[in-house]
């Protein structure tokens, strides 16, 4: 069983940056891939960014914008949402081994 807890949703005006976490436990370690995903309102879901030890992969919309990056000691991956559009309005996932989290909300106002 893994269990993964995202934080750090909330409002944002459009050009800025946030951050979010996602803190995993359970039957996880340090080389397992990470996932983010978000599903804008009235959308299906989407893959945003992966991290598989070293490498790491966006999806074209976020590339240059976003950064994923791990904390192994505290089992939590991050990304670093910068210069935000309102189309990055969505509920944002983190996923791994199949299991997901609950999903926090990023609006972005434009």
């Known amino acids: 069983q893994v269990q993964l807890v995202e934080s750090g949703g909330g409002l944002v005006q459009a050009g800025g940056a946030w951050i979010l976490s996602c803190a995993a436990s359970?039957?996880?370690?340090?080389?397992?891939?990470m996932v983010w995903y978000r599903q804008p309102p009235g959308k299906q879901r989407e893959l945003v960014a992966i991290i598989n030890g070293g490498a790491t992969h966006y999806v074209d919309s976020v590339k240059g914008r976003f950064t994923i990056s791990r904390d192994n000691a505290k089992k939590t991956v991050y990304l670093q949402m910068d210069s935000l559009k309102p189309e990055d309005t969505a509920v944002y996932y983190c996923?791994?081994?199949?299991?997901w989290g609950q999903g926090t909300l990023v609006t972005v106002s434009s």
């Open positions: 996923t791994s081994q199949g299991f």
């Open positions: 359970g039957s996880i370690c340090n080389s397992n891939t």
